[in-house]
């Protein structure tokens, strides 16, 4: 049976047409509809209930080292108050998840793991502890939402001390006080805009919820609440890769695009020899404009001319952008900007053109 976060009655009374998700019973979207909470976070705000998500925490002297041994990345230069995103790999390179970092101290972190791989994650990790550190799972204590689009900063101001917000893309703030809730706030987010993410003990997420929802209509703001559904048209037009989809257990970190945070001349890491021994990628994440008529989702063929040279991974009409796009992974011959390819729809062939990623940026 599906789980509730802190805010379900919150989007029950909103109306929200709750759908399982991770193990979850979760918002797709509210009657505003998918399209309406992608724009308004694209030009206003939107607020995510995202206490599906889970958190485990890694204290002692021997926390840094643990990290470093777990993700591909290199947190080894990381400051207190900063946030490091990273691929997690198995021996054999691929991913077992993708996830943020944050140091709280040099001996103490907090590690922020997709819903959906929590349990499996925090066996992976368990196992592979060694030395003077301490694992605690404290996902069911937080509660955690998503505060984005370019009238957060102003939200958020309205309601804790500005000059307080983390001012860094990827820092976070501890102990900040919202409307008397103790919070960690942290500049990151899935969606592509400016935006923050805010924890804080679950038996505090209702107060928070309305504090936020209620500071936005002071403000005439445009925030709505926002579901899974524009959740993934936001991530997929920002080209942010999703586990399931564009990452795997067999599909390396260097295959997908994430390579600037694979650090090989780091100290060994867990996947690290594999990834070496696989040398230069033979397949690559692209992005395809689809010109044809016609929307293509996950796992469809792609074709140059008669030749199969991959699959899709994620596709969708895009709100904002106001056309369909897809994210594919395909043999790296085939893979410069402009190559015209078809994809196979439900057993129709359509056309669609490469196109570098991402899809979408905000001007900063």
């Not at 199969?308 to 085939?334: E, F, N, Q, W």
Request: contains cysteine.
């Amino acid at each position: 049976m599906e789980m509730k976060t802190p805010l379900y009655e919150c989007h029950v009374r909103a109306k929200g047409k709750l759908v399982p998700f991770a193990g979850y019973l979760l918002p797709v979207q509210y009657e505003t509809g998918v399209i309406e909470e992608h724009m308004a976070v694209r030009t206003a705000a939107g607020l995510f209930d995202v206490s599906h998500m889970g958190e485990v925490t890694l204290t002692g002297n021997d926390a840094l080292f643990n990290v470093q041994r777990l993700v591909t990345n290199d947190c080894s230069q990381m400051v207190d108050g900063q946030v490091k995103y990273s691929p997690m790999c198995n021996e054999e390179g691929g991913i077992v998840d993708d996830l943020l970092i944050y140091r709280k101290s040099r001996d103490s972190y907090l590690l922020v793991i997709n819903a959906a791989n929590r349990h499996k994650d925090v066996a992976w990790i368990k196992e592979h502890l060694t030395g003077e550190v301490d694992f605690e799972d404290i996902s069911d204590q937080v509660a955690q939402l998503a505060l984005q689009g370019p009238m957060a900063k102003s939200i958020l101001g309205k309601i804790t001390e500005e000059a307080q917000l983390p001012v860094k893309y990827y820092s976070f703030a501890e102990h900040l006080m919202i409307a008397g809730i103790d919070c960690l706030v942290s500049r990151t987010g899935y969606t592509g805009e400016d935006g923050y993410e805010l924890y804080c003990h679950s038996q505090d997420a209702v107060k928070l919820w309305k504090v936020v929802m209620e500071a936005g209509e002071q403000l005439e703001a445009g925030l709505i609440p926002c579901g899974l559904g524009a959740r993934d048209t936001l991530r997929l037009e920002a080209a942010m890769p999703l586990y399931g989809h564009e990452m795997d257990d067999t599909i390396s970190p260097l295959e997908t695009g994430l390579g600037f945070a694979v650090k090989l001349n780091k100290e060994d890491f867990i996947g690290k020899a594999a990834i070496i021994a696989k040398g230069k990628p033979t397949k690559v994440r692209v992005g395809l404009d689809i010109t044809g008529r016609g929307i293509a989702r996950e796992n469809c063929p792609v074709y140059y001319k008669e030749e199969l040279i991959g699959r899709t991974t994620s596709g969708t009409h895009c709100p904002y952008l106001g056309r369909p796009v897809a994210m594919a992974l395909l043999d790296c011959k085939y893979s410069e900007a402009s190559t015209q390819v078809e994809v196979e729809v439900r057993g129709r062939r359509i056309s669609a053109q490469i196109v570098d990623l991402p899809f979408y940026k905000r001007s900063r």
